[in-house]
Structures are given as C-alpha cells and as structure tokens.
Nanobody, 123 residues
Framework: QVQLVESGGGLVQAGGSLRLSCAAS????????MGWFRQAPGKEREFVAA????????YYEDSAKGRFTISREKDKNTMYLQMNSLKPEDTAVYYC????????????????WGHGTQVTVSS
C-alpha cells in the first residue's frame, strides 16, 4: 500500500509557473506507475500526465504537452509536475495517483490517490 500527499499548489497569474510535488510513503513506490490528474468545478477528473516505473517513459494529455513536465525521484519517493505557461483553463484541483496497471491515461486503473492540491490561474 502507498500513501500520497500533494503539495505546491497555489494562485498564479497566467503565464506563470508552479511545481507540484507528490510524496509517497511505502517501500514499493518504484513498482507503481504514477500519474497526475485534475478536476475543475463541474467537470470530470481528467488525465494530465503519467510516468512509468523506471521514469523512462512519460505520457501527457494534449494540452499539457510542451508546457508541463513530469518526473520522479526514486531515492526521495517523490514525483513532480513542473507546470509552465499556465492558463486560466488549467485551474483545478490536481491529484497524484499510483497504479499497478499499465494504462497510464485511465483514472479507473489507479489504485491510490492523494487528497489533491488546488491550482488557480488568474487572467
């Protein structure tokens, strides 16, 4: 089992940057596919980015490509989401998640979730 805690959210102006962190507990962190999802008010939770167990493969939702970068540090049991050129439409609660499966884009395949961190981008 793994517990996940997100941090790094906040209020930023359009065009600004934020780096989200996801700290994971448990010795089996490196065995999980890790992902970031977000949910805006009145909308369904959507995939943002994911990273493979080794860190060698990354996956992005189209609007995140070129602006967001996902990474993970095995020795710190931590995953990051560097978000640049933020837009008002990026405003949402961002969740990190861990999966034992191999389908990075599907929320239903993730086994563990954090409580989320709010990101608000003002225009």
């Amino acid at each position: 089992q793994v517990q996940l805690v997100e941090s790094g959210g906040g209020l930023v102006q359009a065009g600004g940057s934020l780096r989200l962190s996801c700290a994971a507990s448990g010795r089996t962190y490196s065995t999980y596919l890790m992902g970031w999802f977000r949910q805006a008010p009145g909308k369904e939770r959507e995939f943002v980015a994911a990273i493979s167990r080794s860190g060698g493969s990354t996956y992005y939702e189209d609007s995140a490509k070129g602006r967001f970068t996902i990474s993970r540090e095995k020795d710190k049991n931590t995953m990051y989401l560097q978000m640049n050129s933020l837009k008002p439409e990026d405003t949402a609660v961002y969740y990190c998640a861990a999966s034992t499966a191999t389908w990075p884009r599907s929320a239903g395949t993730y086994d563990y979730w954090g409580h989320g961190t709010q990101v608000t981008v003002s225009s």
